[in-house]
T-cell receptor
């Protein structure tokens, strides 16, 4: 059975700090790992990672995948209060494409 | 970027009535869409996989006669909650799978969700 584990479960930091969120996975026939941000509504897509060692970047957010060690990290630099959200990572199951989600990391940025 | 819309964004209905929620992929075709529900402070729970032109696949414990899914076109899937009861009140979210044709490059994009309140 596919499994995705995120850590920490919650994180509280001050505005301006840098945070690193972790995601480890065991997904049969792994093809990609997805990161989403969920605020009060539905998840919004952040990154899709397929190759090891290649950093994906979008503004202050970046993410990288290590297929050998089966984990990914999401970095957020110079955090802002708008970064407060639950960050989810997920792996699609090969075949039925169902997403296996991690429990999420609840990030709170204190002004 | 890929956009998925849902309609309505919120709905209030009386117990016993049926409610239809639409999920549309606006700028791409989606042969597969997924329906989730989410209770406050809880994770997304997959209800069913909606396949264009064929029957939906329901997760264990989800009543297919209560949650009717129709995926009539490559850009539209609908979820109908039949004979709704207060315990069906929840946040319903769809996602659409975008197939790029490259191995491992499929991505799922979520709609903004529909908040259903059954009185």
């Amino acid at each position: 059975e596919d499994k995705v584990v995120q850590s920490p479960l919650s994180l509280v930091v001050h505005e301006g700090d840098t945070v690193t969120l972790n995601c480890s996975y065991e997904v049969t026939n792994f093809r990609s790992l997805l990161w989403y941000k969920q605020e009060k509504k539905a998840p919004t897509f952040l990154f899709m990672l397929t190759s090891s060692g290649i950093e994906k970047k979008s503004g202050r957010l970046s993410s990288i995948l290590d297929k050998k060690e089966l984990f990914s990290i999401l970095n957020i630099t110079a955090t802002q209060t708008g970064d407060s959200a639950v960050y989810l990572c997920a792996g699609p199951n090969f075949g039925n494409e169902k997403l296996t989600f991690g429990t999420g990391t609840r990030l709170t940025i204190i002004p | 970027g890929a956009v998925v819309s849902q309609h309505p964004s919120w709905v209030i209905c009386k117990s016993g009535t049926s409610v239809k929620i639409e999920c549309r992929s606006l700028d791409f075709q989606a042969t597969t869409m997924f329906w989730y529900r989410q209770f406050p402070k809880q994770s997304l729970m997959l209800m069913a996989t909606s396949n264009e032109g064929s029957k939906a696949t329901y997760e264990q414990g989800v009543e297919k006669d209560k949650f009717l899914i129709n995926h009539a076109s490559l850009t539209l899937s609908t979820l109908t909650v039949t004979s709704a009861h207060p315990e069906d009140s929840s946040f319903y979210i769809c996602s659409a799978r975008m197939v790029t044709g490259l191995a491992g490059a499929d991505t799922q994009y979520f709609g903004p969700g529909t908040r259903l309140t059954v009185l």
